[in-house]
């Protein structure tokens, strides 16, 4: 009698077990690019920031301790997180030596810092989301330019990205195109580090289907206070105007932020699309959009702090790159330079 109790409770056991893997497989399997884009929110880029912008970080001037720190950080998130290093054997650092950054004294080396998910139907077509993880360093003083909002923002809006997409990965539901997440140094000193990848490109330029870049993205421009519900696109149609029907409709259906092209006029007196990374992909005919929040008060300042930032919003936009990149990665038609 105790062995066929036995045998009816391994039964028992077993079908239980069974039932929930099927509840748990079926609950994955409705999961969907919404819920992925949830996974990206304000305390978890609160958490990052905090830490990336931190005054132990020394404002990541290029080639400093502090950089080395702030890539090591970089690196560390995409280790743990199980995100491949395209360079191979657990490499996720692309060298740049000294004699590079032409405009300083006293160059050091550095390294861009990249991450890759390889696409599962046409791994050969590649999104590059980049933004700068370098900043202006110390004043003689000693005073801290924390780059908070310059370019830590985008920086950690890249990292929620990344695990977002890992995420979808893990539950079956990866890219159908590569994504390469491209940290660059030396952006400050001259956009040195994503020239650097054009000139050196870890996957050929004609296989980069787009660049998204992020420079800017958790502060409220003082013009648009009353508005606070937007961000700046710079470039989306400047090559591609497929790249910007596409972003149009994406924010329609998923985000509502206003998508303001002030600083995309060719006459724009600022010359925005000159200055930041994305112009170095921009140049090679590659499809871009630049999202930028605008200039304020604390602009290369020690006063670009991590408690400044609005998390909320930087959520939400962080949450259009996400989905804007999937929608990109997912559509049957490769995104082209059809403006040229």
Not at 272 to 296: E, L, M, Q, T, W
Request: net charge negative; with cysteine; hydrophobic share 35%.
């Amino acid at each position: 009698m105790k062995y066929l109790l036995l045998s009816a409770l391994a039964v028992l056991t077993v079908s239980c077990n069974s039932a929930q893997n099927a509840s748990k497989n079926s609950s994955i399997k409705n999961l969907t690019r919404i819920d992925y884009a949830q996974t990206i929110t304000a305390q978890d880029l609160s958490t990052h920031l905090y830490k990336f912008a931190d005054d132990a970080m020394q404002g990541r001037m290029t080639g400093s301790e502090g950089q080395k720190m702030a890539a090591e950080y970089l690196k560390d998130f995409y280790l743990a997180e199980g995100i491949s290093a395209p360079l191979g054997d657990g490499d996720y650092y692309q060298e740049i030596p000294a004699d590079y950054f032409r405009r300083m004294r006293k160059a050091q080396d550095s390294e861009n810092v990249v991450a890759f998910i390889k696409g599962s139907e046409k791994p050969e077509e590649v999104i590059v989301l980049s933004a700068h993880y370098d900043h202006v360093g110390t004043d003689d003083d000693g005073n801290v330019y924390n780059g908070a909002d310059d370019d830590g923002s985008g920086t950690v809006a890249m990292l929620e990205i990344a695990q977002a997409f890992q995420k979808a990965v893990n539950n079956g539901h990866g890219p159908k195109r590569s994504i390469l997440f491209l940290h660059v140094t030396g952006e400050e000193i001259g956009l040195y580090g994503s020239k650097f990848y054009t000139e050196n490109p870890i996957f050929p330029l004609e296989n980069t289907v787009c660049n998204l870049n992020t420079d800017m993205i958790g502060r409220i421009d003082p013009n648009k206070a009353e508005n606070p519900n937007y961000v700046y696109l710079i470039g989306s149609d400047r090559l591609s105007q497929e790249l910007h029907d596409v972003s149009e409709a994406v924010n329609n259906e998923y985000i509502n932020l206003e998508l303001d092209y002030t600083f995309n006029a060719e006459d724009d007196p600022n010359r925005f699309y000159y200055r930041s990374d994305h112009y170095n992909f921009a140049k090679n005919n590659i499809p871009i959009i630049f999202y930028f929040n605008g200039v304020h008060e604390d602009y290369h300042k020690p006063t670009d702090t991590p408690d400044k930032i609005e998390y909320d919003l930087l959520a939400k936009r962080t949450q259009l790159i996400f989905q804007t990149t999937w929608e990109i990665a997912n559509r049957e038609g490769r995104i082209t330079a059809d403006k040229l």
